[in-house]
């Protein structure tokens, strides 16, 4: 038997940049573009969205992201991935909804039910979703609606939950996201319009059907997965089985499928560990100009593998994420992490490396912030996921 192809770390970092858009000349000239290259992109801040966006991409607007989301719908908002909000291609939701939304769905209805008995509002968690659920979809029947006007609207969803004990966290919360959540993890709902800046997450909730259209069936979740591994390993590859398991949130027993059922090829990496990338995925990209890189926080890039030595030295892990391995903003100079961003009052965009990178580095990436100083017009965006790094940075 041969020996396995090999994969270097160099090539690796190549292949970022080629087929995450961020090389220069490479960069994509649409929306749905950059999605499809990066298979999902991460949405729980909502303005990663549009700076996943601006960092891919030449001409394109905050209205060019917004208008692909609201008015063309080649892109969707879909709770998926590790209970993870993300814009997919249209097209993908069917396995989304198949395979990781449906293992998401399943522990939150279990986990709904518990609390909903617990808190005393129903014997039966589970008939009393249904209830609520059921609800939600009626009044939705009759057009579109947020979050607050659902609450306002249907006894169903005005519970609270929690704040029954001493510890810090335990505070009442309202049941309403919660019967959302489950909805729009099954397809029934979808996140439409925004009732906010493009910055803020303020959803419209929709019927899927009034949304899209006539609505596909879920795939089933062999298939599912199969289509999200596949689309990983074209954006991601190479990657660990681990990488695949924790990017998907779900078991190793699937991703062993589902890397069979692509007939996904296995590689060495230079860590010594087996990566795996698609049939026809093995060649070298070929030389790539050195570039810079100014990527938001839980940008997709940053978040694609779960062993991430390869592109980001362990000693920048603590300042660069916070505890729960959420990452902040970060600066990339050829192919590394070598810092992150900041903005201004006025909505400057400033550096803050953690690395020497050479005047072509320094260069590079004072350009990269001129231009998304540029891109942002004024716009200053607050961010949940804040490093330790991005904090020191705005400290006077």
């Known amino acids: 038997m ?24 490479y960069r994509l000239d649409s929306v749905v573009a950059v999605t499809e290259a990066m298979t999902a992109l991460h949405a729980t801040e909502a303005a990663t969205v549009h700076l996943a966006v601006a960092a891919r991409s030449e001409g394109l607007t905050p209205a060019h992201v917004d208008h692909e989301l609201y008015e063309a719908r080649g892109v969707v908002k879909q709770l998926a991935m590790r209970r993870t909000l993300f814009v997919v291609p249209r097209e993908l939701l069917p396995a989304a909804w198949g395979s990781a939304s449906a293992r998401v769905a399943t522990s939150e209805r279990k986990r709904i039910a518990r609390a909903i008995a617990g808190a005393g509002i129903a014997d039966d968690g589970g008939a009393w979703l249904d209830m609520a659920r059921a609800a939600v979809l009626e009044r939705l029947g009759a057009g579109p609606a947020t979050t607050s006007e659902l609450r306002a609207e249907l006894p169903e969803l005005t519970g609270m939950v929690g ?17 959302l959540t489950h909805l729009g993890l099954e397809g029934a709902i979808v996140r439409g319009r925004n009732a906010g800046h493009w910055r803020l997450n303020k959803p419209i909730w929709t019927r899927t059907v009034d949304w899209l259209g006539p609505v596909p069936d879920p795939l089933d979740e062999a298939a599912g997965y199969a289509e999200l591994v596949r689309r990983w390993l074209a954006t991601f590859g190479p990657g660990t089985a681990a990488d695949l398991q924790w990017w998907l949130g779900s078991t190793k027993t ?56 390869f592109y980001l030295d362990p000693a920048h892990v603590s300042h660069l994420f916070d505890t729960n391995g959420n990452a902040g903003t970060t600066g990339w100079w050829d192919g590394r992490v070598v810092g992150c961003w900041v903005q201004d009052d006025d909505g400057t965009v400033r550096l803050s490396l953690l690395e020497d990178v050479g005047a072509d580095g320094v260069a590079a990436l004072e350009q990269e912030a001129r231009r998304l100083t540029a891109w942002l017009d004024g716009v200053v965006v607050g961010h949940v996921y804040a490093s330790r790094q991005m904090k020191q940075a705005k400290l006077p």
């Open 2 to 25: 041969s020996a396995a192809p090999r994969i270097s770390d160099a090539e690796r970092r190549r292949r970022i940049a080629v087929r995450h858009g961020l090389a220069p000349a």
């Open 163 to 179: 704040g029954d004990t001493d510890k810090p966290y335990d505070r009442p919360v309202p049941v309403a996201p919660w019967v």
């Open 254 to 309: 699937a991703v062993t499928r589902a890397l069979r059922d692509v007939g996904a090829v296995e590689v060495g990496l230079d860590d010594g560990s087996t990566g795996w990338v698609n049939p026809d995925d093995v060649d070298d990209t070929g030389p790539v100009e050195p570039w810079a890189a100014l990527l938001p926080t839980l940008d997709p890039t940053v978040m694609g593998w779960r062993s991430r030595a």
